[in-house]
């Protein structure tokens, strides 16, 4: 897989003289977003602002596999350049992992970097809108990544809001695991807990940097 050229807009760079100038530093923190970047890992230009870093999608693995005994399989909404859903392929303890991208491009860098991980043949790739997919499907579990450097209202996000992503999963998901932005409003968050239903919050770090926050 090293060796076959990246479709349009697929790429991977080896020097930063390649790189954009607005994700350059990205780029230089490869490794810690793919520890195998060198054997060909494929990106998107803007799959750099929401990538999982592989230590992260890792610990995030690690927390949904404590989901009940009898769910199986595990669903990457947004799956971008497949971050989280290769964490999620290469824990045994989901017999399926479901991966969702409207971006044909992106999901192209997906299945290629799943291959060099070994675990293209456990996921299932689906093409298009998430919402469109799920109103004929049922899941357990997705992910949103939107970066920031402000407080992040959840209510305003593009392309979904978090109103709307809760109303359309709340109905057929009996647990719903967000990954957002480290600066989502927690306020917005509470609104979703109530007596009988619990809303845990993970915030994870990497190399003392803040990351992203979990529900």
Known sequence: MADSLPPDGCHHYTDLGEVPWDIQKYWQQRYSIFSRYDEGIWMTDDAWFGITPEPVANKIAEHLSRAPEEATTVIDVFAGAGGNTIAFARSPRWEKVVAIERDPRAIACAKH??????????????????????????????????????????????????????????????????????????????????????????HYCMEGASKHAQL
């Open 113 to 202: 970097n799943a291959e060099i991980y070994g675990v293209a043949d456990k996921i299932q790739w689906i093409a298009g809108d998430c919402f469109e997919i799920l109103r004929n499907e049922t899941y357990l579990f997705f992910e949103l990544k939107r970066p920031s450097d402000s407080i992040f209202n959840l209510s305003t996000m593009q392309p979904y809001s978090i109103v709307e992503i809760y109303d359309a999963l709340a109905v057929i998901c009996p647990d719903i695991a967000l990954y957002l932005p480290r600066t989502s409003d927690l306020r917005q968050l509470a609104k979703y807990a109530s007596a009988d239903r619990k809303v845990e919050v993970i």
